[in-house]
């Protein structure tokens, strides 16, 4: 006999694919509902949870990070479980999910970076900002590349906040990053880096630059580093010109400010500058023996298109920085999931506002959904993903108000686990997740930094299973 979903005998059982911010959030706005009954489990391919703020927000920013008590303290609930080390598509197919749930939310996240399409971009040295952040930040699946900081000059390509973020960590000194969370395969060879000049370039100008504060504040605190921009670069055409004088827009103010300071700076102070080049776009990179040596890039104008808004146009002006590392960070995208339906214009999982939609068929797919960036794009930071998810979250609701199911046979967390261990998965639970957190931060406080990450999973499962065991 079919019962109403979400009652006190039948809950509404929802699947999470991912645990970061955006999976977070949409499960805390699901156990929050009063009135329905509802059971959520979360699923991470890797066997530690929150997603970005473990593998994608700077190691140097540690108070970003601590937004993870939040999720903590949710994960205690007991309408909550996460379930770690299990991959939808490679460990279990959508198809037996939907056997288990009534409901499934993406927040996978955007995993790939876009392409600057140009001649050059595969040559060896050559990398996205994807692979250095997940280096950086000891995510397993990035441990074992390899990044050579033995030539002078850096270029990076984009100038958002992971820009930012990646610059940084190349400009701190080895004291100034051995406080931070950062892999300790990265600190090892970053403190044999040879680099002078890292060099952080624009298509645009000042005005539009994409990062904020929170990318700037530390790059006018740094023990042995600055940042520099030559003032010329700072001149406005006529059209920013007049926008400056109008605008609100409180990150345009305190970009120009950070750019204003930074151009009184001394370039030849400094062992190592992040220079700050506006108007350029890439051409082409070129190479050695198949190994970047250097990059040309076009000097831009901007213009205003159909829309009004300021885009780059190429001039004929030709410009070439010899450099031995180029970063391409113009953006994230999603790696389209098996059988789910992906938007390639957009980079992201198809979606109606969350709701996962068919581009072929223009229907709905019934009881999928999508939050986070692998529902708007890569855009935003931490905050943004609460709303997102509650938008996501409050359509399931409401598709769900008025349905009915079948009567589960056993309550939701053993039933889940019971279909877990049928398929002989090495699955991670909330619990001994902690025991990993622990061990981490031990480790880490014996070396004066905040958490020292054991980076294979292999080694993660081995300390969690003597840990569980002792
Ligand atoms: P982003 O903010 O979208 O910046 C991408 C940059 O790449 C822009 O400067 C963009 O220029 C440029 N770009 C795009 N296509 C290009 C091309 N073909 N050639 C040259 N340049 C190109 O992306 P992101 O830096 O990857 O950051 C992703 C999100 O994470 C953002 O919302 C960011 O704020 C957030 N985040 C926040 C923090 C923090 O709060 N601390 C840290 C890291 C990331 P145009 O503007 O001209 O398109």
Known sequence: MDIAIGS???PLTVAIIGSGPSGFYAADHLIKQDNINIEVDMFDKLPTPYGLVRAGVAPDHQQIK??????EKLAQNEKFRFWGNIELGKDIPKSEFLNYFDAIIYAVGAQTDRKMNIDGEN????????????WYNGHPEYKKLEFDFSSKNVII??????????ARIMAKTVEELSKTDIAQHALNKLSKSKIKNIYVIARRGPLQAAFTSAGTKELVHMTEAAAYVNPDELK??????????????????????????ISNNNPSYYSKIIRFLFRRSPLEIYGNNNEVSGIKIVKNELFKDEFGKLKAKATDVVEDIPAGLIFSSIGYMVNPLPEIPFDKARGTIANINGRVYDLNTKTIVKNEYVTGWAKRGANGVIGTNKPDSIETVDL????????????LPSNQKSRIEMWLKSKKLNFVKFDQ???????????GESKNKPREKVTSINEMLKIIQNMDQG
């Open 8 to 10: 006190q005998n039948r």
């Open 66 to 71: 601590s937004v993870t008590k939040i999720y």
């Open 123 to 134: 040559l060896k040295g050559c990398h996205s900002a994807t692979d250095f952040v997940g």
């Open 157 to 166: 390509i984009g100038i958002g906040n992971v820009a930012l973020d990646i």
């Open 236 to 261: 406005l055409e006529e059209e920013t010109g007049n926008i400056i004088s109008q605008t609100s827009d409180k990150r345009i103010i305190q970009n120009l400010q950070f750019l204003e300071q």
């Open 396 to 407: 399931l609701l409401k598709d769900f108000k008025n349905e009915t199911g079948g009567d």
């Open 433 to 443: 997740w902690k025991l990993l957190d622990n061990y981490e931060t031990d480790l």
